[in-house]
Protein backbone atom coordinates (compact mmCIF):
# COMPACT_ATOMS: atom_id res chain seq x y z
CA UNK A 1 0.00 0.00 0.00
CA UNK A 2 1.38 3.23 -0.57
CA UNK A 3 -0.63 6.77 0.87
CA UNK A 4 -0.15 9.83 -0.30
CA UNK A 5 -0.84 13.28 1.66
CA UNK A 6 -1.30 16.76 -0.45
CA UNK A 7 -1.13 19.75 0.72
CA UNK A 8 -1.03 23.63 -0.70
CA UNK A 9 -4.57 24.45 -2.35
CA UNK A 10 -5.98 27.28 -1.19
CA UNK A 11 -7.84 30.45 -2.66
CA UNK A 12 -6.13 33.04 -5.34
CA UNK A 13 -6.54 35.84 -7.20
CA UNK A 14 -6.06 35.17 -11.31
CA UNK A 15 -2.21 35.78 -11.73
CA UNK A 16 -0.93 34.39 -8.00
CA UNK A 17 1.18 31.43 -7.41
CA UNK A 18 0.53 28.26 -5.65
CA UNK A 19 2.62 25.35 -4.73
CA UNK A 20 1.29 21.99 -3.85
CA UNK A 21 3.06 19.14 -2.64
CA UNK A 22 2.21 15.35 -1.99
CA UNK A 23 4.21 12.70 0.25
CA UNK A 24 4.50 9.45 -0.64
CA UNK A 25 4.51 7.16 2.36
CA UNK A 26 4.27 2.90 2.67
CA UNK A 27 5.59 0.60 0.04
CA UNK A 28 6.97 3.14 -2.10
CA UNK A 29 10.54 1.39 -3.49
CA UNK A 30 8.29 0.36 -6.55
CA UNK A 31 7.44 3.60 -7.66
CA UNK A 32 7.10 4.66 -11.63
CA UNK A 33 5.61 7.83 -12.30
CA UNK A 34 3.77 10.18 -9.69
CA UNK A 35 1.76 13.17 -10.48
CA UNK A 36 -1.28 15.58 -10.45
CA UNK A 37 -4.58 15.30 -12.17
CA UNK A 38 -7.82 17.86 -11.67
CA UNK A 39 -11.05 17.65 -11.98
CA UNK A 40 -13.93 19.98 -12.21
CA UNK A 41 -17.47 18.85 -10.75
CA UNK A 42 -19.09 17.30 -13.27
CA UNK A 43 -16.23 16.56 -15.37
CA UNK A 44 -13.68 14.00 -15.61
CA UNK A 45 -10.76 14.45 -14.40
CA UNK A 46 -7.81 15.43 -16.60
CA UNK A 47 -4.23 15.10 -16.53
CA UNK A 48 -1.93 17.82 -15.80
CA UNK A 49 1.35 16.78 -15.15
CA UNK A 50 3.60 13.80 -14.91
CA UNK A 51 6.88 13.21 -13.52
CA UNK A 52 8.57 9.89 -14.02
CA UNK A 53 10.73 9.07 -10.78
CA UNK A 54 14.21 7.22 -11.85
CA UNK A 55 14.99 9.54 -14.62
CA UNK A 56 13.27 12.89 -13.70
CA UNK A 57 11.26 13.08 -17.56
CA UNK A 58 8.57 15.47 -17.01
CA UNK A 59 5.33 15.75 -19.21
CA UNK A 60 2.64 18.63 -19.28
CA UNK A 61 -0.74 19.29 -20.37
CA UNK A 62 -0.77 22.14 -23.11
CA UNK A 63 -2.93 24.08 -21.10
CA UNK A 64 -0.88 25.02 -18.09
CA UNK A 65 2.37 24.03 -20.20
CA UNK A 66 4.62 27.00 -19.17
CA UNK A 67 2.93 28.05 -16.44
CA UNK A 68 3.48 24.72 -14.54
CA UNK A 69 6.24 22.77 -13.01
CA UNK A 70 6.30 19.45 -11.23
CA UNK A 71 9.31 18.09 -9.18
CA UNK A 72 10.15 15.54 -7.01
CA UNK A 73 12.31 15.49 -4.02
CA UNK A 74 13.66 11.71 -3.97
CA UNK A 75 14.98 11.80 -0.16
CA UNK A 76 11.45 12.72 1.15
CA UNK A 77 9.11 10.65 -1.62
CA UNK A 78 7.69 14.05 -2.66
CA UNK A 79 6.73 15.22 -5.77
CA UNK A 80 5.28 19.31 -6.26
CA UNK A 81 3.20 21.61 -8.38
CA UNK A 82 4.66 25.31 -8.69
CA UNK A 83 1.33 26.76 -10.27
CA UNK A 84 2.55 30.11 -12.06
CA UNK A 85 0.17 33.23 -13.72
CA UNK A 86 -2.74 31.15 -12.10
CA UNK A 87 -6.18 31.74 -14.60
CA UNK A 88 -9.85 30.69 -13.50
CA UNK A 89 -9.83 27.94 -15.80
CA UNK A 90 -7.30 26.56 -13.20
CA UNK A 91 -9.69 26.15 -10.85
CA UNK A 92 -10.66 22.59 -10.11
CA UNK A 93 -9.32 19.57 -7.03
CA UNK A 94 -5.95 18.84 -7.70
CA UNK A 95 -5.08 15.30 -6.95
CA UNK A 96 -1.74 13.34 -6.54
CA UNK A 97 -1.22 9.67 -7.67
CA UNK A 98 1.29 7.37 -8.07
CA UNK A 99 1.69 4.30 -9.76
CA UNK A 100 3.64 1.53 -8.40
CA UNK A 101 5.42 -0.76 -10.99
CA UNK A 102 5.73 -3.44 -8.53
CA UNK A 103 2.02 -3.32 -7.00
CA UNK A 104 0.70 -2.40 -10.74
CA UNK A 105 -1.81 -0.13 -10.06
CA UNK A 106 -2.26 3.49 -9.03
CA UNK A 107 -2.73 5.23 -5.75
CA UNK A 108 -4.23 8.31 -5.33
CA UNK A 109 -4.57 11.36 -2.98
CA UNK A 110 -7.49 13.13 -1.62
CA UNK A 111 -7.37 15.68 -3.70
CA UNK A 112 -7.18 19.57 -2.49
CA UNK A 113 -9.38 22.40 -3.90
CA UNK A 114 -7.22 25.13 -6.15
CA UNK A 115 -9.90 28.17 -6.12
CA UNK A 116 -8.73 31.00 -8.90
CA UNK A 117 -10.74 34.30 -9.21
CA UNK A 118 -10.68 36.66 -11.57
Known amino acids: QVQLVESGGGAVQAGDSLRLSCAAS????????MGWRRQVPGQEREFVADVIWSGGSTYYADSVKGRFTISRDMTKNTIYLQMNSLKPEDTAIYYCYVYSQSAGREYWGQGTQVTVSS
Open 26 to 33: GRTFGTYR
